[in-house]
Each structure stands twice: as C-alpha cells, then as structure tokens.
C-alpha cells in the first residue's frame, strides 16, 4: 500500500463535508472555545501560499481544542465589498456581484483543499443582503444614541431630548460636536422639528458634518488614511487631494479613554497594543483661547505645556481651518490661496511624516496674547492638522523644534522664556526641568508647578481651562461608492435625514447602468433609476423620483434615499457576533448564543489591521456592550499577529536601451536594468527556461526579438526577497502544491519556515523534506502487505519517545511553537522506526499528536486502525511522566581507570549490591583473572571503577 496523497485528501474533504464534522452547536455541556481568523476579501486573484499561513496556525489550535474535549467554534466567511470588485465592473461592466461571487467560489475550493476545518454552515458575507440588514441596523442604533461623559456609556437619543426639554442643555456632559450653543428648555421647546434635529445631528454617535476627506478624483471617492500610499492611492496610484465633503461620521472619540483602559485587559500583541495608544493619543493639557484683533473671533489651540505661553512668537493654522478664509487679508489672499491649493494635493499622511520640508503662508492677522496683550502673528502650515486637536497651534520656537525650524526660515522672532538659556539652534535642547523666569507667577518653578499655576491663571481670566485631548478622530463613515452597504437614510423636504424603520431593512443596492459618478458628480448610487423611499401606512418602496413626486397618498414618508455607501470596515466590525448565530433573521444574533459564545478566545490575523479594523470594531463592541445588546466589551481576548510568508523573486537584466539580456554572473558590470519575470519558468538551480518564456501568453511578445546572453550555457537570474505580489511575479499558487504534495505537505511546510509571527521566504524546494517525512511516516504504520500496527507490548524506548513526544507537542501548541511541533515529529518517527516499533499503544496515540497539523493522513491511518469515526474525536493524549523517568543506568565498568564494557543496573540498587554484581560478572572476572581487587570505587548513577 503507497502514500497517495491526492486520494486521500479528496476522501478525507468529502467526508468531514457531508458529514459536517466540524459544525459547532449553540448548546453543548463542553466547555466553548472560540478560534477566528480575520476573514479574506475574494479577489480575482485567488490564494497563493502566503494567505493560508494564519489559517492554518488557527485551525490546527482548533482541531487541538477539540480533542481536549471542547465546543470549538471555527467560522469562516468573505469580507466582500470592496473597491477592487467595484473597479473592475467598471473596466469590464460586470456586476460586482457576480465577480465576487465566482472569486468566492475560488476561494472556497482553495480553502476546503487544503483542509481547514472551518464550520462552513455559519458562512457569512458581508454583501449579503441578509448579513448587511444586521449592519444597516446597528448603524441605526449608533444614530439613536449619544454617549453621556458622566456615565461613560451610550444612552438613547430620546432620554437626551427628555433632559432638553425638562432643563436645557447647560447641565449636559456628553461627547458632542464643538461649540454647541447653550439653550433652555423653553428655547427648545420653542424650535421646530428641523432645528431640532440639527442639534441632535450634534450629538448622536453617528452624524452628518462636513469634514475634511482624502479625495481621488480618478476613483471618484473618499479613500481612508490607510488606502492612500506615498500621496496616491494603493489601488491604481492615482492623486489625493484634500476636500471639504459633508459626510457621514463615527464618533469612535467618545470611546478613546475606555479603548485605551481595555488594552489593558485583553492577551494582544505588545507591538499592537503600543500601535493603538499611539493613534489615539491620549494628552494631558490646557485648551487656550485667543482672541484675533479686528476680528469677531477666537483661535482655540490645545497644548500639553501651557507652562510655555510667553513663548508663544506666532500661531499657526492648518490651511483648511475655517477661521483662514475670514482673518486672511487682502494683501496676503493670493499667496494664502496659492499654498491651500497646493497642501490639497498632499495627503495627511504625508503631511505628518515630512519633518523636513518648511511650508507656510502669513495670513496678515494677528492675535493677542491672553497674558500681554502683545499682538502674535498668525501664519498657516501644512504640519497643522484640520483634524487634530482644533487644527491650530500656539508655537513656541524656543520649546519645540519644529516651532523653531518654522520661526527660523520665516525670520519670525524667537522668545526666551527660560532662565539663562541659549535659545540658538545648537543649543536647543529639552528644557523640561528648566525653571520660568520670565512671568511673575511662574519664576523659580519646574515646568510641572508652572503648567498647574498657567491653568490657574488662565482659568481665572476666563482664557482657558485644563483639558485632556486624544488624537483620535471621528471615523468618516460615507463611500462614494457602488459597491458598499447602502445607507438605511433618506432625506425628509427639509433636507434631514431619517432613519427607515428596521422592518423596512435590508435597503438592497439598486441595478445601475454605470458603475461610475453621474455627470453632474453624485456617487454611482445617482445612476440608479428608483432611489427614493415611499412609505405610507405599512407599506413602502423604493421609486423613481417621478413616481415620488407625484405620488402624494395621506400620511407619506420618504424622500430621496443617500447616495454613500458605508466603507469597508463596516461589516467587518461586527462579524465575529454574527457567526455566533449566522442564521438568525430576527436579531443579529440571539440572547442565547451571544452568552454562551461571550467572545473570541482566539483571534489570528494580519498587524496592518491595528488602527483600523481591530479599532473599529473594538469601537462597535463597547457600542453594542453599553445598549445591552453583547454580553462583554472587548470581543477578542487573545490576538496573534502572523507574520508573511515572501516570495522569492526572480529577475532578467536587460542593457539598457538594448533587447538584450545577460546572465545574472554577466550583468554585474553591465548597465543593466533588473526586470521581473514569472517564477515559472525558474528552475531550482535558477535557470531560465527562455522558450518557455517567449511562449508566454502574456508577456512571451516582448522577447520575441531578445538576446539571452549565456554563462556555461545556461541563463541565470538573479533572486530577491520582497512581498508575494502578482505584480512582482513571484505567487506560487497552493493549488500547484497540494497538486504536487498533498495538503499535508503544505500545511506542515508553511508552520516548519519559522516562527508564526515572523517573516520568513519561500522555497518550493525546501517542501520536499516534510514531504518525505509524511512518506516516512505512513511507512511507519503500514507496509508492502498492508498494516502493521499490531497489539504488542510497547517498549520502554517506544514509550518514552510517545511521551516525549506528548509533552513537547502540546507544549509547542500552547505557546503558538508549530514550528518546533513538526521539527519533534519527525524525530519521533525516526526514532519509532529505529525501534521497529509496531504498538498500537504508541502508534495510535501519535496520530492524534500530528492530526491536528496533517489531518488528512492522520485520518486515513486511524480508518486503517478500525476507527468509525473521524479521529478529531479522538481525547488529545495525555503524558505520563513515569516513561521518561530513568529505572536503570548503563554502568561503564572501568579497571585502573579504562572502561572495558558496559553494564546495565537498576538505579535503586545500593552501593554494596553494585559492587558484588559487578564483581560476579563474568567480564569482570576475565579482567581479574583470579587476581583480588585492591579497591572498588562505586558511585552510585555514575561509575564503577576497579582498581587492581
């Protein structure tokens, strides 16, 4: 009987399908264990070999899970809106259903071939309507809500109106929009139902406001921080510009200080931790106002060192504050306009990692100072953020550096306020401990004493106040996209919007002809030919705006329906409850599942989610844990972040301005141009296959007329380590692996490259050692005349192999170790087949150890054993320390100090029955021969050494 791996992978598939042998149950007497991966987005493209790497590390903890005798919960799904999809309907015209519909059945066949044991009937994706309706619902509960600074919790909108019309708003703290005006309870009884509204948008947890976005024209859409990349898009490379837009919003900065508290309370990654407290950024300071002369106005800065106010020597606003426009003067309007032009252009990334470059623009106003009365400069620089804190600074050059290179390359004064200091720029240094001199009520204290007084002080003449900022911002929730969740909104006559009722939801996407903005501008929704919602009674649809307008039956709601569509994050930030209870249509996930499965006990995914989907979604957490609506306020207790598995690239260098192409030992010399080309047509020993290359579909035109330029008659390319990208060439496809290997293989091969959270190449070569030992092992157990496995006594060396074994394998999974696992199998197997060993005591045992990791073998082995059921029932085995404890020592017997031979003796004898063993013994007696020993030197576990 051979290894057929291709065979036994199909047999195995198709049985844990129809079986359903990996399906969780809500209800179980088990202990529950929750295993998640950040689940894929299905691109055109498919897996390649460094995607499954975290699945596999999830799935074999689950299968280890499972055999420790718990309810393990292992879903997976598709994240599948997404830009990508939505650009290639408009290249192609396709609908972005159908496209990610056949990419998910990619994905899905990639995925069940290599034998994950995800529990496929909570399947969930996000474009499902289905799924979407849950999504379109919380969305309403965040607009229902606002967050009360006191409690810190969410509360329902309509308790806040109660406050507002038994006493006003003076007397509420609540997370809101800046500078919302005081009003009694007689003023807000006394507004209408618009106006009204227009304070509520202040302070509900999602609302309309118009913010400052990154806008690519090309894509004709808002694109997040982490879309953009060097200025451009990361999808197409096309320009960002700055825009005001009014947009939907999150507002996630009502949670920063609880989303920072609980990082301290969840098993994450130290690194990710550290990445989130930076992004929101917490500070401790003073908020100051200054006035602007001959201006109806205030500048409103936020610093963590007031202490530092008579240095202030200019202010400095971003270019998109609302204040630019109105103080700017005449003279300076046309520089002032020239250079927001230009800083639109920049992305707010780009803007915040430029220590470097100095930019700016005077605006001709002054402020005054809030102490001197002496008028401060007021200038604009794009190092100020719109976003951050009040998008204005107070700068002090003689305290921060940046203040000083700014005030340096404008020739703007620098003043001294620390005593007996150098202000030049080689003696700018950190003056934290340095005493005030330079004001009355802060001479001779340390910086700390001095904040404490500054606060005072501007307290007490109404400028200021102490105050706590964090650099987290409200989250822009709105996509000028197709392919995204509608919004469950429509716009009333006067323009505001309104939530539809949840009976009404899903709000499905419409059928549009183009997948593009509308010529005058609107998002792609504005294509669609009925996007207004009618309701009357209990009925309602959605209609053209004809059918709208003249339609007019008694009670009508409605209006047209928002064009935006929510982002990618939105259904990502709840999916994790939804496979708690995939197949609920009536709640998004019932009472009873949500208690029993609480949270995530393990969740494996990619790092450069930190500040974004885990953020957000811990956002969402704390949101539906303060409604009552989940039963914990951190959804993951424990986070891996896996590394990535690279590609080996492979390069040609062409002569510049030639088609010619030299070896890579030629080209060093040579004035060359490196060039990928397809890891296909490399060998191992990395030699191009050239005619295979010219016979390429895609690219085989462009070497038609080349010259290869050999060395020992074969071309060598070069070789890189550089991310797995289809753009770089350099996928290898799983399929090809699993064709050629088996899933076992792969799976074993990916966890032996190294460390789960490392980075590590591949090498298709290296695949053939695990796959050797996979032959070996199946050697182990069966042979030319079928199994061997028999009920023989175990022996002492087989048994404390399997324990070792044991111990080290469960040790390994518990510290996230698989790399070591596979290294420890395959000692065991060698040492097993070393002992000739055939006992099903030891044999059966070490299938389930390696079953979790090559389930598919491990299966078919433990059916060839007389098992009817699937081994992942199996109890993990449990170690027996007794078969590692030494019961005997291999004595060697020595004569004047030469050891001749060797003799085996229980440990527990004495010293004196030792001594007259290895007297009697024959070999001793032949070393004697007849003569008496002088002494016998006995150390016990150690030696016997006769001196004659």
Same mark, same amino acid.
Request: proline fraction near 4%; aromatic fraction near 12%.
């Given at each position: 009987?051979?290894?057929?791996?291709?065979?036994?992978?199909?047999?195995?598939?198709?049985?844990?399908?129809?079986?359903?042998?990996f399906?969780?149950?809500?209800?179980?007497?088990?202990?529950?264990?929750?295993?998640?991966?950040?689940?894929?987005?299905?691109?055109?493209?498919?897996?390649?070999?460094?995607?499954?790497?975290?699945?596999?590390?999830?799935?074999?903890?689950?299968?280890?899970?499972?055999?420790?005798?718990?309810?393990?919960?292992?879903?997976?799904?598709?994240?599948?809106?997404?830009?990508?999809?939505?650009?290639?309907?408009?290249?192609?015209?396709?609908?972005?259903?159908?496209?990610?519909?056949?990419?998910?059945?990619?994905?899905?066949?990639?995925?069940?071939?290599?034998?994950?044991?995800?529990?496929?009937?909570?399947?969930?994706r996000?474009?499902?309507?289905?799924?979407?309706?849950?999504?379109?619902?919380?969305?309403?509960?965040?607009?229902?809500?606002?967050?009360?600074?006191?409690?810190?919790?969410a509360?329902?909108?309509?308790?806040?109106?109660?406050?507002?019309?038994?006493?006003?708003?003076?007397?509420?703290?609540?997370?809101?929009?800046?500078?919302?005006?005081?009003?009694?309870?007689?003023? =807000?009884?006394?507004?209408?139902?618009?106006?009204?509204?227009?304070?509520?948008l202040?302070?509900?947890?999602?609302?309309?406001?118009?913010?400052?976005?990154?806008?690519?024209?090309?894509?004709?859409?808002?694109?997040?921080?982490?879309?953009?990349?060097?200025?451009?898009?990361?999808?197409?490379?096309?320009p960002?510009?700055?825009?005001?837009?009014?947009?939907?919003?999150?507002?996630?900065?009502?949670?920063?200080?609880?989303?920072?508290?609980?990082?301290?309370?969840?098993? =994450?990654t130290?690194?990710?931790?550290?990445?989130?407290?930076?992004?929101?950024?917490?500070?401790?300071?003073?908020?100051?106002?200054f006035?602007?002369?001959?201006?109806?106005?205030?500048?409103?800065?936020?610093?963590?060192?007031?202490?530092?106010?008579?240095?202030?020597?200019?202010?400095?606003?971003?270019?998109?504050?609302?204040?630019?426009?109105?103080?700017?003067?005449?003279?300076?309007?046309?520089?002032?306009?020239?250079?927001?032009?230009?800083?639109?252009?920049?992305?707010?990334?780009?803007?915040?990692?430029?220590?470097?470059?100095?930019?700016? $623009?005077?605006?001709?106003?002054?402020?005054?100072?809030?102490?001197?009365?002496?008028?401060?400069?007021?200038?604009?620089?794009?190092?100020?953020?719109?976003?951050?804190?009040?998008?204005?600074?107070?700068?002090?050059?003689?305290?921060?550096?940046?203040?000083?290179?700014?005030?340096?390359?404008?020739?703007?004064?620098?003043?001294?306020?620390?005593?007996?200091?150098?202000?030049?720029?080689?003696?700018?240094?950190?003056?934290?401990?340095?005493?005030?001199?330079?004001?009355?009520?802060?001479n001779?204290?340390?910086?700390?004493?001095?904040?404490?007084?500054?606060?005072?002080?501007?307290?007490?003449?109404?400028?200021?106040?102490?105050?706590?900022?964090?650099?987290?911002?409200?989250?822009?929730?709105?996509?000028?996209?197709?392919?995204?969740?509608?919004?469950?909104v429509?716009?009333?006559?006067?323009?505001?919007?309104?939530?539809?009722?949840?009976?009404?939801?899903?709000?499905?996407?419409?059928?549009?002809?183009?997948?593009?903005?509308?010529?005058?501008?609107?998002p792609?929704?504005?294509?669609?030919?009925?996007?207004?919602?009618?309701?009357?009674?209990?009925? $309602?649809?959605?209609?053209?705006?004809?059918?709208?307008?003249? #339609?007019?039956?008694?009670?009508?709601?409605?209006?047209?329906?928002?064009?935006?569509?929510?982002?990618?994050?939105?259904?990502?930030?709840?999916?994790?409850?939804?496979?708690?209870?995939?197949?609920?249509?009536?709640?998004?996930a019932?009472?009873?599942?949500?208690?029993?499965?609480?949270?995530?006990?393990?969740?494996?995914?990619?790092s450069?989610?930190?500040?974004?989907?885990?953020?957000?979604?811990?956002?969402?957490?704390?949101?539906?844990?303060?409604?009552?609506?989940?039963?914990?306020?951190?959804?993951?207790?424990?986070?891996?972040?896996?590394?990535?598995?690279?590609?080996?690239?492979?390069?040609?260098?062409?002569?510049?301005?030639?088609?010619?192409?030299y #070896?890579?030992?030629?080209?060093?010399?040579?004035?060359?141009?490196?060039?990928?080309?397809?890891v296909?047509?490399?060998?191992?020993?990395?030699?191009?296959?050239?005619?295979?290359?010219?016979?390429?579909?895609?690219?085989?035109?462009?070497?038609?007329?080349?010259?290869?330029?050999?060395?020992?008659?074969?071309?060598?390319?070069?070789?890189?380590?550089?991310?797995?990208?289809?753009?770089?060439?350099?996928?290898?496809?799983?399929?090809?692996?699993?064709?050629?290997?088996?899933?076992d293989?792969?799976?074993?091969?990916?966890?032996?490259?190294?460390?789960?959270?490392?980075?590590?190449?591949?090498?298709?070569?290296?695949?053939?050692?695990?796959?050797?030992?996979?032959?070996?092992?199946?050697?182990?157990?069966?042979?030319d005349?079928?199994?061997?496995?028999?009920?023989?006594?175990?022996?002492?060396e087989?048994?404390?192999?399997?324990?070792?074994?044991?111990?080290?394998?469960?040790?390994?999974?518990?510290?996230?170790?698989?790399?070591?696992?596979?290294?420890?199998?395959?000692?065991?197997?060698?040492?097993?087949?070393?002992?000739?060993?055939?006992?099903?005591?030891?044999?059966?045992?070490?299938?389930?150890?390696?079953?979790?990791?090559?389930?598919?073998?491990?299966?078919?082995?433990?059916?060839?054993l007389?098992?009817?059921?699937?081994?992942?029932?199996?109890?993990?085995?449990?170690?027996?320390?007794?078969?590692?404890?030494? #019961?005997?020592?291999?004595?060697?017997? #020595?004569?004047?100090?030469?050891?001749?031979?060797?003799?085996?003796?229980?440990?527990?004898?004495?010293k004196?029955?030792?001594?007259?063993?290895?007297?009697?013994?024959?070999?001793?007696?032949?070393?004697?021969?007849?003569?008496?020993?002088?002494?016998?030197?006995?150390?016990?576990?150690?030696?016997?050494?006769?001196?004659?």
């Amino acid at each position: 009987m051979t290894y057929n791996f291709n065979e036994i992978d199909a047999k195995w598939q198709k049985y844990w399908a129809e079986n359903q042998t990996f399906k969780a149950e809500n209800n179980s007497e088990k202990p529950k264990f929750y295993v998640l991966d950040m689940f894929p987005y299905p691109s055109g493209a498919g897996l390649h070999v460094g995607h499954p790497l975290g699945y596999i590390a999830s799935d074999i903890y689950a299968r280890y899970k499972r055999h420790q005798g718990f309810n393990v919960l292992h879903p997976q799904g598709y994240d599948s809106f997404g830009l990508p999809a939505e650009q290639y309907a408009i290249q192609t015209g396709q609908h972005p259903a159908l496209t990610t519909a056949e990419n998910i059945k990619t994905y899905r066949r990639q995925l069940d071939q290599i034998g994950f044991s995800f529990d496929w009937s909570r399947e969930v994706r996000t474009s499902d309507p289905s799924y979407y309706k849950w999504t379109q619902w919380i969305f309403i509960q965040l607009f229902e809500s606002w967050y009360c600074k006191n409690e810190q919790k969410a509360f329902s909108i309509s308790e806040l109106v109660k406050v507002f019309e038994g006493e006003g708003n003076k007397n509420v703290e609540a997370v809101c929009a800046d500078h919302v005006g005081v009003f009694s309870a007689k003023e =807000w009884n006394a507004y209408s139902d618009k106006e009204k509204q227009e304070v509520l948008l202040q302070y509900r947890l999602t609302y309309l406001a118009e913010t400052e976005v990154n806008w690519c024209p090309a894509l004709g859409t808002v694109l997040a921080n982490d879309e953009i990349v060097n200025g451009v898009s990361e999808r197409g490379g096309h320009p960002v510009i700055r825009k005001k837009m009014t947009q939907w919003s999150m507002r996630i900065s009502a949670y920063a200080e609880r989303l920072l508290q609980g990082l301290d309370t969840i098993d =994450w990654t130290d690194s990710l931790k550290e990445s989130q407290r930076n992004w929101i950024g917490k500070s401790v300071g003073a908020s100051v106002t200054f006035n602007v002369k001959d201006h109806d106005a205030v500048i409103d800065v936020f610093t963590t060192r007031p202490d530092t106010i008579f240095g202030v020597s200019f202010m400095t606003l971003a270019p998109e504050h609302e204040l630019v426009s109105k103080i700017t003067t005449p003279e300076q309007k046309e520089e002032v306009e020239a250079y927001i032009l230009a800083t639109a252009k920049r992305s707010e990334r780009d803007r915040m990692a430029d220590v470097k470059t100095i930019s700016g $623009a005077f605006t001709g106003a002054y402020a005054e100072h809030p102490f001197t009365k002496e008028p401060i400069p007021v200038w604009i620089g794009d190092y100020v953020l719109a976003g951050y804190g009040t998008g204005a600074v107070m700068s002090v050059p003689c305290g921060d550096q940046r203040d000083y290179d700014f005030a340096k390359h404008f020739n703007i004064p620098i003043i001294s306020i620390f005593e007996g200091v150098d202000i030049s720029e080689e003696a700018f240094s950190d003056k934290d401990n340095t005493v005030i001199a330079n004001s009355d009520f802060l001479n001779g204290m340390n910086y700390k004493k001095a904040t404490k007084r500054a606060i005072y002080e501007l307290e007490q003449l109404g400028c200021g106040e102490g105050k706590t900022n964090y650099r987290l911002r409200d989250a822009v929730f709105s996509r000028q996209r197709y392919w995204g969740e509608p919004f469950p909104v429509y716009y009333d006559e006067h323009g505001m919007p309104q939530m539809i009722e949840d009976r009404f939801l899903p709000i499905e996407l419409p059928e549009v002809e183009k997948y593009l903005p509308t010529e005058t501008g609107e998002p792609p929704l504005g294509n669609a030919k009925k996007w207004y919602w009618l309701q009357y009674g209990d009925e $309602a649809n959605i209609v053209s705006k004809e059918e709208f307008e003249s #339609s007019f039956p008694s009670g009508r709601l409605g209006g047209a329906l928002e064009l935006n569509t929510m982002p990618g994050w939105a259904g990502s930030s709840w999916y994790f409850n939804r496979y708690m209870d995939s197949t609920n249509t009536e709640e998004f996930a019932s009472q009873e599942a949500l208690n029993y499965w609480k949270d995530v006990d393990l969740y494996i995914g990619g790092s450069e989610h930190a500040t974004g989907h885990l953020l957000y979604s811990r956002f969402w957490q704390k949101f539906l844990f303060d409604k009552g609506l989940v039963p914990v306020d951190e959804f993951a207790k424990k986070l891996i972040n896996q590394g990535m598995i690279l590609g080996t690239s492979a390069f040609i260098y062409r002569e510049e301005g030639t088609q010619t192409y030299y #070896s890579a030992g030629l080209a060093k010399d040579k004035n060359v141009q490196p060039i990928h080309v397809k890891v296909q047509y490399v060998n191992a020993s990395d030699e191009l296959d050239i005619e295979g290359l010219k016979a390429d579909g895609e690219f085989g035109e462009d070497y038609k007329d080349a010259e290869f330029i050999l060395e020992n008659g074969v071309y060598k390319v070069g070789r890189d380590v550089e991310k797995m990208s289809k753009s770089k060439y350099n996928v290898v496809n799983p399929d090809d692996i699993v064709a050629d290997y088996g899933a076992d293989s792969l799976r074993l091969y990916e966890m032996f490259l190294g460390p789960l959270e490392q980075y590590k190449p591949w090498n298709t070569a290296g695949i053939t050692g695990v796959h050797n030992f996979l032959k070996k092992l199946w050697k182990l157990y069966v042979g030319d005349q079928g199994l061997k496995v028999n009920d023989a006594k175990a022996s002492k060396e087989s048994l404390k192999t399997l324990h070792k074994t044991i111990k080290k394998v469960q040790e390994d999974i518990e510290n996230f170790s698989f790399n070591t696992s596979v290294s420890t199998f395959m000692i065991a197997v060698n040492e097993l087949s070393a002992q000739k060993c055939t006992s099903k005591d030891v044999l059966e045992p070490l299938l389930v150890l390696i079953s979790p990791y090559a389930p598919h073998i491990a299966e078919e082995l433990w059916s060839l054993l007389g098992h009817d059921e699937s081994i992942s029932t199996a109890p993990f085995p449990e170690f027996d320390e007794s078969h590692l404890v030494e #019961s005997a020592k291999n004595y060697p017997i #020595s004569f004047n100090g030469k050891m001749r031979f060797t003799l085996e003796l229980p440990l527990d004898m004495s010293k004196e029955d030792i001594e007259a063993t290895v007297l009697a013994h024959e070999k001793t007696q032949e070393q004697l021969q007849g003569r008496t020993p002088k002494k016998v030197i006995v150390v016990p576990g150690k030696i016997v050494n006769i001196v004659g």
